[in-house]
């Protein structure tokens, strides 16, 4: 069998080849765990207040009981979390995961139509909002489900006298928080004030159980809430944990939390491995503030930091990055986007920590595949698949492909989600009855079982009958030194069906389009070669910082309709 699975003959030292499911019934008995062996150690901390694992039992048993015993919700009704990192973030969650509730994470940036769809479609009976964002659900709120809203604001639970301030002045100074009414709201300290008098419910807890509705999918239309079982997630924690467990200590760790917790890599990483393993996670709840950011990086010793390829390229660009302690930082983890040579090149002079490229998808509860964290320098590959995980790479007509070959990369594990909610014909698309799942990316694997991200499946280019796959053209382009950022899309075309064009962000303002193009020209070969190119002060990004190239193609579409 081993043939079958080369990667594990190249497992690190320490690493199992299979996980024990049944450590946990459920991700609450994990969190009552990390409560009670950590219990004065320190969990989150955000804007310098901090909160200990004993604190967040308390709080989090407090707003289980407001939404059980206040709000009478019951065992896998949904309730929807529209906040960034906050304090309040993971008192909401683990709250109502004790409280045997369905979690529906919001992104925060929603607008009003994807927030209807969101909510309408969750059947999502309760909501924590921020204050900043209420606005929104202000809107909508009336068309949905929603009977409970509970509303809070970044300051509330910083103490005195910094939150109130916090608050006043992001309303008033920085104007952050559009004026909304929602009269049914109650505030978020009321509600675990009132939770404190009712007891932590005795919820029967078991792996088949839905923990999450983690909506995906917004890139390529309608968002689809991805059915993530208490099993999966106990899955994922602990084949991630076993991986990079044999480099950390329990109880000593400190983690930076700068990707939202909302977005499912940084949920399982902060929310659930990082927990299990008692570390302290420094949140951050506005990380596109670089300057800002990169202060708070000064201030704690971190030794673990996750995030995708704009962030680290982000922090390498700014000023102050260099002048910041890397004696702690045992893993720098990039996820949720390829991450490209020259950003992973420089972050290793610079840190002297490998960036270990890691790869997942929602519907994988995120990991799949991450490279060893011991790896000397950057390698161009996702990894290998972690424990209890089979991958194969199969052809257009489903049939297992040999090693060396370029095909759709197929997944199989116990983080393999459900399928999604109330989508029976779009979980018949990506999930077989075998339990493979189609991620929709093109890949090969190697001999050792390292696995190669090629592209996504709609994202490549044609060109005239060749296969031009953006990644490797924008790979290319960051290696010029002018080049800040650059996403590669296909136009069409009337003589070779379509041709590459390059959105780029210059680092150096001096750039030209004939000296990129003739960089290009050096080399890329001639069908992969840009045939536009056009300079942008910003590129259109995801939540979590992702470039989105579908925004900038269906920008050419209109475009090129409107002509």
């Known amino acids: 069998m081993s043939n079958a699975r080369p990667w594990l003959d190249h497992y690190p030292e320490g690493i199992p080849a299979e996980i024990d499911l049944n450590a946990y019934a459920s991700m609450a008995a994990m969190l009552e765990e990390a ?3 950590f219990r004065d150690r320190p969990a989150f901390a955000n804007f310098g207040k901090q909160l200990s694992y004993g604190q967040i039992d308390a709080y989090s048993r407090q707003f289980a009981g407001y939404l059980t015993g206040t709000l009478k919700l019951g065992k896998g009704d949904r309730v929807a979390i529209m906040l960034p990192n906050v304090l309040q973030y993971p008192i909401a969650l683990f709250g109502a995961l004790r409280a045997g509730l369905v979690v529906v994470n919001t992104n925060p940036m929603y607008t009003a139509r994807e927030l209807k769809h969101q909510l309408e479609d969750s059947g999502a009976k309760a909501i924590v909002v921020l204050d900043n964002f209420a606005s929104t659900l202000q809107q909508v709120v009336a068309e949905t489900a929603v009977k409970h809203i509970v509303t809070t604001g970044i300051g509330d639970l910083l103490g005195f006298p910094k939150g109130p301030l916090v608050n006043f002045v992001l309303k008033h100074v920085k104007k952050m928080v559009p004026a909304y009414r929602l009269p049914q709201a109650v505030r978020f300290r009321d509600a675990l004030a009132q939770g404190a008098a009712h007891p932590l419910p005795e919820v029967q807890l078991g792996h088949d159980d839905i923990a999450f509705l983690q909506y995906t999918g917004g890139t390529t239309g309608v968002a689809k809430g991805a059915m993530l079982t208490h099993a999966n997630m106990i899955a994922n924690m602990l084949q991630v944990g076993a991986w990079i467990g044999t480099a950390l200590k329990p109880g000593e760790e400190v983690a930076i939390g700068a990707l939202p917790m909302y977005h499912i890599f940084s949920l399982t990483a902060c929310g ?22 990169v202060k708070e990086l000064k201030k704690v010793p971190f030794s673990i930091l996750p995030g995708v390829n704009t962030l680290f390229n982000g922090l390498l660009n700014t000023p102050e990055f260099a002048g910041v302690d890397f004696s702690h930082l045992k893993i720098s983890l990039g996820g949720g986007m390829a991450v490209q040579r020259s950003v992973a090149e420089r972050w290793k002079r610079v840190t002297g920590c490998t960036l270990a490229e890691a790869y997942g998808l929602t519907e994988t509860s995120p990991g799949v595949c991450i490279n060893p964290i011991g790896l000397k320098d950057y390698n161009g590959s996702i990894g290998l698949p972690i424990p209890s995980t089979n991958v194969a790479i199969w052809s257009e007509d489903n049939q297992p492909l040999p090693i060396g070959e370029v095909g759709e990369l197929m997944v199989q594990g116990p983080q393999v989600m459900r399928g999604y909610w109330n989508r029976a014909d779009e979980t018949a698309k990506v999930l077989g009855d075998d339990g493979w799942l189609h991620t929709g990316d093109i890949a090969k694997m190697d001999a050792s079982g390292y696995v190669y991200i090629v592209d996504r499946k709609k994202d490549m280019i044609l060109v005239s009958g060749f296969n031009v796959y953006p990644n490797e053209v924008e790979d290319t382009v960051m290696q010029n030194p002018g080049v800040a950022e650059v996403a590669a899309v296909g136009v069409p075309d009337e003589h070779s069906g379509e041709v590459v064009k390059l959105f780029v962000v210059r680092k150096d303002p001096g750039l030209t389009e004939e000296a990129l193009k003739q960089f290009c020209r050096d080399n890329l070969t001639g069908y992969k070669r840009p045939k536009y190119i056009e300079f942008r002060d910003a590129l259109p990004k995801s939540n979590v910082g992702k470039i989105l190239r ?5 920008e050419k579409k209109a475009a090129a309709g409107a002509h």
């Open 35 to 37: 409560f009670q062996r």
């Open 550 to 554: 579908r925004e900038l193609r269906d």
């Open 272 to 293: 659930m491995v990082f927990v299990r393993l008692g570390a302290h996670t420094q949140l951050i709840t506005n990380p596109r503030d670089m300057p800002g950011f």
